[in-house]
């Protein structure tokens, strides 16, 4: 996942030349979507909060990857093929800070009674 959002690129100007302040959130929030990068709605889809820090997340050298298992509630309609995801500071709308349509390393069609769980390393962020 490697398209940093306007809105985080905008802070982090103005952060580096001391022109605003930019606070880490202390959680952010990891969503799901299609290959044409439209996030998942409806069958149960929510987006799961995931704390920052080192406990929950890595540097390998080139990316940062989830550490530990991320786990999204059981579909209850059809979600289609899940390719990409998003990081973002709130649990619906808000700022999305990372996105990308191929942002899983395995993607996997959802349908109904399927969960789709994101094993530790298997979500990776990384500058564009």
């Given amino acids: 996942m490697g398209h940093k959002s306007d809105y985080l690129a905008e802070w982090l100007v103005k952060h580096v030349f001391d022109v605003d302040s930019f606070t880490a959130p202390a959680t952010v929030y990891v969503g799901l979507t299609d290959f044409g990068g ?8 929510a987006r799961q909060s995931v704390p920052t820090g080192i406990v929950e ?33 709130s ?3 808000s700022n999305i800070l990372y996105k990308a349509s191929d942002a899983l390393v395995v ?12 094993e530790p390393g298997g979500l990776k962020v990384q500058e564009s």
Avoid: C, H, R
């Fill in 91 to 93: 649990l619906s709308g």
């Fill in 38 to 45: 439209t996030e998942l709605s409806g069958g149960a889809y």
């Fill in 57 to 89: 997340w890595e540097w390998d050298g080139n990316w940062i990857v989830n550490k530990n298992t991320i786990t999204f509630p059981k579909a209850t309609g059809d979600w289609g093929e899940v390719t990409g995801g998003l990081v973002a500071d």
């Fill in 107 to 118: 993607p996997k069609t959802i349908g109904v009674d399927d969960q789709l769980v994101i």
